[in-house]
């Protein structure tokens, strides 16, 4: 896949990011060309190897459909995760580093339900806190929002998620009461 100068991308480790150049160095095995990626919500400047593109798995920024798919992964119920903390952690790094946004949207969902129904550990909340700003960055960037918006619509899609489950649970509790 060729990207341009200018175009906005997304690294499935490091997020969203812009194409700020194409250089061309030589290196022992001759010239290669490298994407020169800025992610401003990191700070960070990667080069990336042109031919090693589609083997790392970059891709282009959600479309407008996909956006909605991801906004309806927010509102679903939220999963249970494992109470084991070391699967939980791996599952959770597995759905971050997929540079998927609907599995990143699922880890941000669950772990809110989480951190809502329990608590969350310290890793448990940096991996949340790293979901959520991909996931926001991108978001502002396919749909041309400021990021703090795109934050704001994803906490306000996850809150329609745990409202659901909270009133699910209600019912649950009230049948089983009844009976």
């Known amino acids: 896949m060729d990207f341009a100068i200018g175009q906005n991308i997304v690294h499935p480790a490091h997020g969203p990011g812009t194409i700020v150049d194409i250089e061309?160095?030589?290196l022992i095995k001759g010239y290669h060309r490298f994407y020169v990626i800025e992610?401003?919500?990191s700070r960070l400047t990667v080069r990336l190897p042109v031919e090693r593109v589609g083997e790392i798995g970059v891709r282009e920024v959600?479309?407008?459909?996909?956006?909605?798919?991801?906004?309806?992964?927010?509102?679903?119920?939220p999963e249970q995760m494992q109470s084991d903390f070391k699967s939980r952690?791996?599952?959770?790094?597995?759905?971050l580093h997929s540079g998927r946004p609907r599995?990143?949207?699922t880890a941000v969902r669950d772990l809110t339900?989480?951190?809502f129904e329990k608590h969350l550990t310290k890793a448990d909340a940096d991996?949340?806190?790293?979901?959520?700003?991909?996931?926001?960055?991108?978001v502002a960037m396919s749909?041309?929002?400021?990021?703090?918006?795109?934050?704001?619509?994803?906490?306000?899609?996850?809150?329609?998620?745990?409202?659901?489950q909270q009133a699910l649970l209600q019912e649950t509790a009230g049948i089983e009461a009844a009976a």
């Open 62 to 77: 959600m479309s407008q459909a996909r956006y909605e798919r991801v906004l309806s992964t927010l509102r679903a119920l």
């Open 143 to 164: 749909n041309n929002k400021d990021v703090n918006e795109a934050d704001r619509t994803i906490r306000e899609a996850v809150a329609e998620s745990i409202a659901a």
């Open 89 to 95: 952690r791996y599952r959770v790094n597995e759905l």
């Open 24 to 26: 061309e160095n030589e």
């Open 103 to 105: 599995e990143i949207a």
């Open 39 to 41: 992610f401003a919500h």
């Open 127 to 138: 991996q949340l806190s790293k979901g959520r700003q991909m996931l926001a960055a991108e």
């Open 113 to 115: 339900w989480r951190k």
